[in-house]
Structures are given as C-alpha cells and as structure tokens.
C-alpha cells in the first residue's frame, strides 16, 4: 500500500496483497485509523475516487487510488518566538517525524508560561521549512529525560499513531546511569505502580492497585565509584516507570532525587531515550531512530574509570 501527501489531502494508492477491500477496510485496517474517525471522513465527504465520492461499502478494486481530502495543512496549535531553536530531527518522511529532546525540556506547555517546549520547536521547524502542521506528540518524556520523541506529521498518522502506541507496538530502548549495579545484572521487573499518596508527583511500586508494569533491562558497564550503565526496554509505558522500577530494585538513576538518588548528574538525571522502533503503518517498513548521547554522557563515559563493560558497547 502507498499512502502520499498530496497538497492538504493524502493519495492511498491500493495494491494487491488484499484484494477487494471495501473502502471504509482500507482506511481502517490498512491506514489503522479509527471507526468514529473514518465514519466522520464519510460523513464529510472527504474520501473520493477519481470524480466519485466513495461510500463505506464501495469496493475498491488493487491499483485504484483513493484520495483523502484534508487533514494534513492546519495551524500548529500554539504560538512561539520566531526565534526560537528549531527542533533536532532524528528521522522523518511525509506523515512522521521522530526529534531529539534535551534534558530539562517539556514536551508540551502546561501553563502560558511555557514557551520553549520540545512542542514549540517542533512547531519552529515547520514555520522554517514554511510547512502548515499540527503539532502532534505521539508520546512523552519526563522533562528531565533527554532522547527521542515521536511526531505525526498530520491527523491521518495521528490515529495510527495512536494505535501503535496503545498496541505497545513502538520500541523505547533507553540507557540509565544509576547509583548502584542492579542485582541481579539482567532481568525484568513486573510490578505494578502507582501514585504516592505521600509525594505529590511521585509514583511508587505498589502490591494492590496501580497499573501493570513491565521493564526489561541489562546492565551493560560498572564503573569504581559504584554507578552502572543499564539498557531498559519497555513492554508498557507507565509514568517514570523505569525511575520507580530501577529504585525499587535499589539503584537509582544517578540524579533522580524524587526517586532517592543521593549522587548528582551535570543536567537533569541520567536517563536517556537511545533508539525508538516501530514498523511503517502505511510502508510495512521498520522504522529505527537514534538519538545521540547528550555531552553530559559522553563526558562522563569519557572519564569514569570502569571496572567492566560488556563488548558490544558502541555508544
């Protein structure tokens, strides 16, 4: 299936892996875009093919092209300075863009306050290129966490933005310097976390209630002064999951105070988004982003003196 930008609108070109597929299948199974969402673009008389405006049920043949009319040009949702410093691009095509967000910077504003967040450099760099996007975050970060972020680049990949991220089918592998080597070396935790009724803003591991919680990790480096280098891949994506599961195991990311790291980090705490995955909606391509390490980590990877590390490391 081909899917491009076409002026404010989108061209799906059908191919012959499916057959016959009614039109509302190929807007739904295969741009993995919601029923009330597809209904409405019915509704609105948005889906055509050719000089025919499309039903649900209009069978639509391998080889036809159907356009979708707008959704992709619209205003980016929030103001910002002209001059602010446009967003880092790790990777992009027409419909999504994965960016490099540093260390102590939002995502997104929560108060008017708020005007240089990785959502406002990411709208800098469309007004640079002259392009009219949304803004649209397909998850977050926590404002201390550096690394990268994914972006849909119109409603249409919003929804199936969404989609991969609720079927747990976007890969977040992150790198954590923490206070102490986790025992044992490799392993998950499952544990379920959830808010501290004590500290507001601060979650805790939890045996009753909370939200089923699933990190993989490994550790890959142990330096002399006690820190160690963990790789942590996510199966769910809760709020500061890998900050409470890697404290409750005893080894803090290095920085984190809210989670009881008693050693400082250069800026923020030493939690890092490395590599983010996931497979191409509209291509059935994998999709790999890297995010290279702030300078704060190559500093310190530069100068601690360790006592071991795994050969494959290549950071």
Known sequence: MDVR????????????QHGEWKAQDWLQLGMRLPSRFTRQLFEQHRVWLGTVRLTP??????????????????DAGLSFRRALQPAEVLWEDEHFLVVNK?????????????????????????AVRGERRRVLHAH????????????????YAA??????????????????VTDSVVR?????????????????????????????????YRTLAAAADGRALILCTLETGRTHQIRVHL????????????????????????????????????TGERVRAQAPLPTAWRSYWATADWRWQVEEVRL
Do not use: C
Request: a neutral charge.
């Open 184 to 216: 044992p070396q490799v392993g998950t935790i499952v544990a379920n976390i959830g808010r501290d009724r004590h500290v507001a803003g601060r979650y805790r591991v939890t045996a009753r209630g909370g939200m089923p919680a699933v990190t993989h």
């Open 102 to 126: 540093p260390a102590g910077l939002l995502i997104h504003p929560g108060t008017p306050e708020d005007t240089d967040t990785l959502d406002h450099r990411v709208a800098a760099l469309y």
């Open 159 to 176: 929804r199936a933005a969404d989609a991969m991220v609720a079927g747990h089918e976007v890969t977040r592998v992150y790198l954590a």
């Open 5 to 16: 930008v076409q002026g404010d609108g989108l061209v799906l070109t059908t191919d012959g």
């Open 247 to 282: 404290s409750a195991r005893g080894a803090p990311v290095a920085g984190d105070a809210l989670y009881g790291s008693r050693t400082a980090w250069p800026a923020g705490h030493a939690l890092h988004a490395w590599e983010l995955s996931f497979v191409h909606p509209y």
């Open 140 to 155: 977050r970060l926590d404002r201390e966490t550096s690394g990268a972020v994914l972006y849909a680049k119109h409603a």
């Open 57 to 74: 049920d209009a069978v639509v043949p391998p080889g036809r092209r159907i356009h979708l009319r707008g959704g992709v040009e619209a």
